[in-house]
């Protein structure tokens, strides 16, 4: 192992691969002032990492199945809130869940969707869509079938539906133009404070495969 003098910040972070940067940023001030030293064997380093990596997954978990238990009640900005707490969860812990545990989240997704939604709310693979976007990264996503509008992010709908097929596209030079229009959908009880869920309130085809199976549904 090298000794102090002999190690380099460039060193100290190949035999720390796997710390976040935070904390590995701690360890280095720690260890040039003498309070942290470098294990002989860097196994342990790496058991670290692997058991702080699986408290996270444990704690996804877990949030997943409270979550679950704290939606039997509640009002609407808590739902909106539960809602895309638990998106973001999934979207980060998704691949790394058991099968139960995923199923479990979609269902809890889809029912947060389903209180949050405009009542009655349908979504079909024919139904037309328009995506408004402005100089900041507010997005309003528009069911212009079924008129309901979804706020969202670009950030969002570049993940998600960019080069998506049968969209109409509206850029607007002022920010205040997207949010009248969400007031206009929020006055009429048709805005829904959230993205919406893919494959159920929003279908749009993002391949040509997709495109002729929804022209074959027209």
Known sequence: MASKKE??????????????????????????????TIPEDTKSVKEEVAEEKAAKMEAAVVAVKEEAKANEEGTQEEYLAE?????????????????ETLAQGKALLKDLAEKT??????????????????????????????????????????????GAFYVTYETVGEAETIERLATQFKKQRKLVGRHPLAGVEIMLPKSLREKVNRSEVR
Request: glycine fraction near 6%; hydrophobic fraction near 30%; charge should be positive.
């Open 83 to 99: 809602y895309k707490r638990l998106s973001n969860r999934m979207l980060r812990f998704g691949r790394s869940m058991s099968e």
């Open 117 to 162: 939604a405009p009542v009655g709310y349908v979504c079909t693979p024919t139904d037309g869509w328009k995506c408004w976007t402005g100089p900041t990264s507010l997005t309003l996503v528009v069911n212009e079938t079924q008129r309901v509008a979804f706020l969202t992010s670009r950030d969002w709908w570049n993940s998600n539906y960019q």
């Open 7 to 36: 190690m380099t910040w460039n060193k100290f972070r190949s035999l720390h691969k796997g710390v976040s940067t935070n904390k590995l940023s701690q360890m280095w001030t720690d260890y040039k002032v003498g309070q942290y």
